[in-house]
Antibody, heavy 118, light 108 residues
């Protein structure tokens, strides 16, 4: 079965940086688009960023544009999210999610928790 | 940005009941709505996409309908494992993708 496993979360101070990873297996990674979606504690889902299969098309939510960078390494079947200038409101569980032709998000990882606090 | 509004916020029903969850978009999204189920501590699970197509492995008691701005998720006869939070999701005009705020389906 398709597997997506996130890692890299943790506690970071405001203004700090963190890099999340998502390791994919059991499917042809380069044929799928990937997304990051986050969920603040006790809140709903918020889409964060999208990257096409080749990595040439990238989109961000307004709330993270200019601070976060999405990337992928198809040779390593991995997706990344570089998060800089972190704020308290970035505290959330971050999920990676797969899509094809942009839609729908058919498989999700279990998430990794990012806590931004001093 | 398209806003999705789900109603009700909480739905209290009993096993065997029929559940009807609503999702309204602030502008037309054609049929580009999906529904997800999320249980505590778990990732969302895709149930329905393109308004009415069941995802792989999803039981027939789950069905979706709608187009334009009004969408419905129906669970025909609730099983104990169906009590969870449900989110609608649109890609009618993306980026950005947006999600509804969720409907919590709880046991009465």
């Amino acid at each position: 079965e398709v597997q997506l496993v996130e890692s890299g979360g943790g506690l970071v101070q405001p203004g700090g940086s963190l890099r999340l990873s998502c390791a994919a297996s059991i499917f042809t990674f380069s044929s799928y688009e990937m997304n990051w979606v986050r969920q603040a504690p006790g809140k709903g889902l918020e889409w964060v960023s999208y990257i096409s299969g080749s990595g040439t098309a990238i989109y961000y939510a307004d709330s993270v544009r200019g601070r976060f960078t999405i990337s992928r390494d198809n040779a390593k079947n991995s997706l990344y999210l570089q998060m800089n200038s972190l704020r308290a409101e970035d505290t959330a569980v971050y999920f990676c999610a797969r899509a094809r032709s942009g839609w729908p998000f058919d498989y999700w990882g279990q998430g990794t928790l990012v806590t931004v606090s001093s | 940005e398209i806003v999705l509004t789900q109603s009700p916020a909480t739905l209290s029903l009993s096993p065997g009941d029929r559940a009807t969850l609503s999702c309204r978009a602030s502008q037309s999204v054609s049929r580009y709505v999906a529904w997800y189920q999320q249980k505590p501590g778990q990732a969302p699970r895709l149930l329905i996409y393109d308004a009415s197509n069941r995802a792989t492995g999803i039981p027939a008691r789950f069905s979706g309908s709608g187009s334009g701005t009004d969408f419905t998720l129906t669970i025909s006869s609730l099983e104990p494992e169906d009590f969870a939070v449900y989110y609608c999701h649109q890609r009618g005009n993306w980026p950005p993708y947006t999600f509804g705020q969720g409907t919590k389906l709880e046991i009465k």
